[in-house]
Each structure stands twice: as structure tokens, then as C-alpha cells.
């Protein structure tokens, strides 16, 4: 969809050459929506409470529930805007005016047990109809319409620019009983290579840039040797000259990426709280929910956040085309913040679809038909609700994509209906029967994991390995192996076979090429998995396997004998998926048994040693 909010052409220019922000602020400003509502007398809002460890969302009336969303409910392509050789979703074709396509929407919507209007909604016709839902979620962009966190957030005219953002929509909807909270913003990637980049390359008197300078002072204790040992300077040969102009690259083998971490949770606070202080300054009561994260998140990043949100969000898509997500995603995030999480997007799509999408241009959750489609949504659902601190998730979209894609080119099969206004009958009937409130109300189970036993190998583990198929087919259930480090940026799986121990690892790897000066990601910087198994031979030598993994870059194994495959990306892509075969000789045995106990230590460091994920123990092969 277009948006409403405009982007300055300089701030376009400026990231022109960036493929990641450029895409960064695609996604965060696709589809805004200007919203007008009639002003309402103040009412009790809606809260979050936590009751027997389940986090909930509280209506004004007291009554806790799970708020099931969905985005993107709009009329769709204009006359003006409609193409018929790239058919889409347009409300006047099948309606004589707006009220009657708000009233018939609203009532689907409410059939299929939807609870919340989410974001790029057209609020201001919905809002008018007696059939709207009782909740609501804007999406403000507060800070991608004026640049914020890319450009200098200490500049009195961006912070102005971002104070008129959230006056205009604040204004027209604060006073609506129906009003959840606002998302400050969308998917804007908080890329930390760009960002450091991009301080750098404004004026001396950015006051974003000296503080940037200032952190790089106090961290090398103003002597520039110890500063030239972390990066790569260019055009600046002291602090002095810094000051005024230069730009870092960060040297390979070094520990510069801390002080760029760092950095990146100075400026993650600034916006954080900037925002709390407008969106306060105009709504003193509706919930502040976060702004949206790309699916992946720094850890610095939602840290920062906590002081200043009441609740934390973040899109999911899904690891695996089937619906289930990694449980180091949700899990730490929630233990970053100490916040209850909303899933601010999840979706699904199918090749088998009315609209004729091709599903091709993005990495989403796809599979061949519409009850496959159904039945991944579904196991979506039910894993968020098993999840205390989960308390809703919005759907995107309402429609499918245009068949030949929006302006971004994504031509995803998104929508409960297609752009001709029919559902799908399959997937707005798995959401009619889930009642997401019961499910909430169960009791919490532990979920299973490897302490139990360690699953069999039922099928090759090497098979498919391609994104989102990549450990699909594992017992990802009974083989997780529980970290032993806080705030894990990925999950360990584990199975074997008779004549192998085999490991998956599933995590996140924030690698852009910006780090460098030649856009190359040096091999002593990719990421290291390291997996040493233990034998009962307490005299054996037992050399752990090290292997290079991620960076776009096929994985290297310290022991060219050992089977190793890696799937994984740089820039836009942060997931970095790889299986180990560790033969029974590694072990000290000729060959496996159910009932025999292994040993192993894993460790992962990510891209530059940014962050450690440890895990260890002694577990008993199960049948």
C-alpha cells in the first residue's frame, strides 16, 4: 500500500546506496493510514495484567482476553489507483458506498472471532460503523517519517517533525473507548553497521554524531592507537580530526563490534524514550506497544525499550513453512524486557490461491494449498497461546496482495480474502472454531525437551535444507536443548542414529557488509560453532569441531571428515540454519543404543563475537 506519511528526499538519498535501510524504511512506512475519529467522552482504557503468570490484555470493563487482530483492513485499490493487468483488492467494485463495506467487513471479521483492528487500517470508516470491533492498534510512525533513529535525534526540527506525526493521529482517535494503544513505528531494523555509518556522515554539530564521538573517547580513553586496533579509520587521523569529519570501518578480528553495540543501546534509549515523551504528552492513558520488530531484534535494542513501553511487539514469521517459530525469539525477548508481548504480524501463505499470486518475492511461510494454510495459522495460534506472556497477535493482512505484487513487489497470498472479496473458506474457518481465550485459560504445561531423552532420527537429517524447510522434519520438540547462557540468540537441536549424533542449530546473525570497508565479511569473523563431545575415556584427547558458519558463505568445518551443511544470509537475511554429524567414534563408541547417555558442550559466537549462546549436559538416548 502507499503511504500517507511522507519521507524527506534527502533522508531517500542518503541510504540510497544501503539495500538495508532502503528496505527498512519501505517496510516501516508501507501502508500508514491518516485516522479520524469523532472525539468521545474519556472512558475507562484497556490494561495489562498478569494473573497466575499468564500476562492478559484488560478490557475497560474488566474482562481479560487474547486480542486477535488483523492489518491492512482498508477498501483497497481507488478507481483512480485500480490496474486490471495487476487485479486488486478494491471495496468499490463490490459495494455501493464505504458504510456498507465497513459494516459487511466488521461482520466477518467478528464471525471468524477477530477481536482488534491492527495497523493500516482505514480507522476513521471503521470507527463510524455499529459493527466495529472492540479493539484497535494504530501504527504511528513516529520516527520513520522524520528519520529518526537514522538521523540526529538531538535535531530540535526532527524532534518536531516527529511531535507533529503523533499530534495529528493521537488527536483524532485518544479519546475512543475502542483505542488499545499505538505502535510507535515499523520494522525499521535498527541495522547497527548503518546506523554507525550514517552518524558518522553528519555534520560536526550533529548532536548525534558527538555523542557518538564522546562514547568513542571514554571507550579508548582518548588514545587513538587503542581505537585504530577495533577499526579502520578513514579521512580522520586523531579524535580531533574525528570531531569534524571521518568515518570508522570496523577491523576484522577485533572487539570494535562492542563499542558499535553499545552505541546502537545509546541510541535505541533516545528514541525510546523520546517517543514515550510524545505519545504521553498527547494520551496519557492508552498503552504504548513498542514499534514493531523486523521479525529479529538486537538485544540492546528491546533492552532499551523496557523503561518505556508497557508492552513489547515484534512481527513472527515463522521459522518453518508449517507455522512453528524458534523458541529463542518469543522466549528472550520477553526475558530481555520483562514486558508481555504482542505478535504485531503473522501470516501465512499458500501456491494454491484464487488471486494468482506467485508468493515469490520475499521469504514468508509457504505452502501448497489452502488447508495446509489453515493448518499452519492454527498451530501458530495455539503455540502463542500456550506462551504467558503472549497477549494477541494481529494477522496481516485482510486481502490478498495484488496478483502481480504491491509497490515493493512482495505478491503474497496474505489475505482471508482474495481481491475479488471472497474468503477463504479454509482459513477463516480454522479462525472462527479456535477459541484463543480458552486456550489462553489452560493451564501452562512445561514443554517437552531433551532432559526426557534424545529423539531418534526418522528421516535423513540432512534433508531439504533449504529456508524455511531446513529441520522441519526434526523432532524440534523432544531434541531442544535447553540453553545454559541467559538470553540466547539461538536454539540447539539434537538427534541421533546408530551410527551418529546429529545437531541443528537455528539462530539469529545480524551481518551487514557495511561493517567493512570492502564490503567483505572476513572468515575470523563469521560466526563460530564450536561442539566438543565427551567421552568416558577420561584419558582420550577429545578436539572439539569448530566451524565457520553464516555470512552468506558455505559453512567450514575445522575437521574437513565431518559432515556440516550450512543455510544462511547477510544484510536483509539474519537467519543462520546448520547441521553437524558427529560420528559414534567421536563419542568413544562403535556405534548408539537407546538407553546410552551422551555428552557434549556447544558453544555459538555470532558475527564479530557479538554475543555467546553456551549449551552442555549429559542426556540418554531415547527410542
Known amino acids: 500500500m502507499k503511504s500517507s506519511f511522507a519521507v524527506h528526499r534527502s533522508l531517500w538519498a542518503a541510504i540510497g546506496s544501503s539495500e538495508l535501510l532502503a528496505a527498512a524504511l519501505l517496510v516501516a512506512l508501507l501502508g ?8 468521545l467522552p474519556p472512558t475507562p482504557r484497556f490494561s495489562l495484567q498478569q494473573s497466575n503468570s499468564q500476562w492478559w490484555l484488560v478490557a475497560p470493563g474488566g474482562r481479560p482476553f487474547f486480542s486477535s487482530g488483523v492489518s491492512v483492513v482498508t477498501r483497497g485499490a481507488t478507481r483512480e489507483s485500480h490496474d486490471i493487468e495487476n487485479p486488486a483488492y478494491a471495496a468499490w467494485q463490490h459495494y455501493p458506498h464505504d458504510g456498507a463495506w465497513a459494516d459487511e467487513t466488521l461482520t466477518r471479521l467478528r464471525n471468524w472471532r477477530f477481536t482488534t483492528i ?23 510512525h513516529i520516527g520513520s517519517t522524520a528519520g529518526a533513529p537514522w538521523w540526529d535525534m538531538w535535531d530540535e526540527k526532527i524532534i518536531q517533525r516527529m511531535d507533529n506525526v503523533a499530534r495529528e493521529q493521537i488527536l483524532a482517535v485518544r479519546d475512543d473507548p475502542r483505542l488499545i494503544g499505538y505502535y510507535s513505528d515499523n520494522e525499521m531494523g535498527w541495522w547497527n553497521a548503518a546506523l554507525f555509518r550514517m552518524t558518522l556522515e553528519q555534520a560536526s554539530s550533529s548532536g548525534q554524531r558527538q555523542r557518538l564521538i564522546q562514547l568513542l573517547r571514554e571507550t579508548y580513553d582518548g588514545d587513538w592507537g587503542k581505537l585504530t586496533a577495533d577499526f579502520d579509520p578513514e579521512l580522520a587521523d586523531s579524535f580531533q580530526s574525528l570531531e569534524q569529519r571521518g568515518q570508522l570501518w570496523l577491523r576484522p578480528g577485533s572487539r570494535g563490534i562492542v563499542v558499535m553495540r553499545r552505541f546502537l543501546s545509546q541510541m535505541a534509549s533516545r528514541y525510546y524514550q523520546l517517543v514515550h515523551g510524545i505519545i504521553r504528552k498527547y ?7 513498542g514499534d514493531r520488530y523486523q521479525s529479529f531484534y538486537y538485544p540492546e535494542v528491546a533492552r532499551a525499550a523496557a ?26 525477548l520477553h526475558a530481555l524486557t520483562g ?36 493448518a499452519g495459522l492454527e498451530r501458530t495460534l495455539r503455540s502463542l497461546t500456550r506462551l504467558p506472556y503472549v497477549v494477541g497477535a494481529d494477522w496481516f493482512q485482510f486481502f490478498d496482495e495484488p496478483r502481480h505484487g504491491r509497490e ?7 489475505g482471508l480474502v482474495d481481491v475479488w472479496n471472497r474468503p477463504y473458506e479454509e482459513v477463516t474457518r480454522a479462525f472462527a472454531r479456535i477459541d484463543l481465550n480458552a486456550l489462553k485459560r489452560e493451564a501452562v504445561h512445561r514443554r517437552p525437551d531433551v532432559t526426557a531423552g534424545v529423539p531418534s532420527a ?75 563431545p565427551v567421552t568416558e575415556n577420561t584419558d582420550a584427547v577429545v578436539e572439539p569441531v569448530r566451524a565457520r558458519v553464516g555470512s552468506g558463505r558455505e559453512g567450514i568445518p575445522s575437521d574437513p571428515t565431518i559432515r556440516l551443511l ?38 555459538l559466537t555470532t558475527h564479530a563475537e557479538a554475543y555467546r549462546v553456551e549449551w552442555k549436559g549429559r542426556f540418554r538416548l531415547a527410542k
Open 32 to 39: 500508514g493510514c491518516r485516522i479520524q475519529a469523532a472525539a
Open 118 to 140: 491492527g495497523g493500516w487500517s482505514h480507522h476513521q470508516i471503521l470507527l463510524q460503523s455499529s459493527n466495529m470491533l472492540s479493539g484497535l492498534t494504530p501504527v504511528l
Open 283 to 289: 494520551d496519557s492513558r492508552a498503552l504504548i506497544l
Open 307 to 332: 523503561p518505556w513501553v508497557d508492552a513489547i511487539s515484534s512481527n513472527l514469521n515463522a521459522s518453518w513453512h508449517d507455522g512453528t517459530f524458534a523458541r529463542f525469539h518469543l522466549d528472550t
Open 339 to 374: 514486558r508481555p508481548v504482542l505478535v504485531s504480524e503473522y501470516y501465512m501463505a499458500a501456491t494454491e490461491n484464487r488471486t494468482g499470486n506467485r508468493n515469490n518475492h520475499g521469504v514468508f511461510p509457504l505452502v501448497l494449498t489452502q488447508r495446509e494454510r489453515a
Open 408 to 414: 515493493d513487489g512482495e505478491n503474497y497470498n496474505f
Open 458 to 532: 526418522t528421516r535423513d537429517p540432512f534433508g531439504n535444507l533449504t529456508a524455511g524447510q531446513a529441520l522441519r522434519h526434526w523432532d524440534r520438540e523432544r531434541g531442544f536443548v535447553p540453553a545454559a547462557s541467559e538470553f540466547p540468540v539461538a536454539d540447539l537441536y539434537v538427534c541421533w542414529s546408530a551410527q551418529a549424533i546429529y545437531l541443528g542449530l537455528f539462530g539469529y546473525d545480524f551481518v551487514e557488509d557495511g561493517y567493512y570497508r570492502d564490503k567483505a565479511i572476513p572468515k575470523k569473523d563469521r560466526a563460530l560453532w564450536t561442539v566438543t
Open 566 to 603: 550450512n543455510v544462511c544470509g547477510i544484510n536483509l537475511s539474519v537467519r543462520n540454519v546448520a547441521v553437524m554429524e558427529l560420528p559414534a567414534e567421536r563419542f568413544g563408541r562403535r556405534r548408539f543404543r537407546a538407553g546410552d547417555e551422551v555428552e557434549f558442550r556447544s558453544t
